[in-house]
């Protein structure tokens, strides 16, 4: 039989496994900023010094890529979108890659248990903040940006720690479960190529 100590700790334990990105009050020049980092025209396009580093990086992460999207088209769709978004964001695109592997599995139709959705599973919370309405959070880009630059908040915030970014992004800053969970996931499936310009 429970005690009142043993279910008031597993309601927190529970919390913390199923809470997601924070809605907070953000100040104005934070939101001014967020909103217009997630406004841009330009399309998607691999960004790398020179042509065979970029052909080298996509050939190699569309091999990792297929056993979770089959497709090799949307493999190249994905890709050069979380690696533009990725550095567009300040971001390492091998650390968002891990993100989507831990909280998708590339499935951008996913909807987790608290309505968040998407590849990056980005709360809907945030459309309102410093996007509007009319988007689709289902849509590969408009996802993949909003999460790298809500990633990329949380960094700023965390001082440079991904570790505790990755945590609050996750909505369990207390806890180191699921930032291990994307590191494991970069080191089996996302470590980074070998490229020239390195």
Partial sequence: MLNKRHLIAMLFLANIATARQSEKDLSEAVQVNLQASIINPMPAHLVFSNQADASLWLS???ERLK????DEFLRTQYLTIIQYESLRAGLDPQIVLSLITVESKFNKYSIGTSKEKGLMQVMPFWL????????NLFDVRTNVRYGCN???FYLQLEKGNMARALARYNGSLKSDSYPNRIFAAYNKYWQPVKLSSN
């Fill in 67 to 70: 056993p979770f999207v089959k």
């Fill in 128 to 135: 309102n903040l410093i996007g509007n309405n009319q988007q």
């Fill in 60 to 62: 190699t992460m569309s």
């Fill in 150 to 152: 809500i990633l990329a």
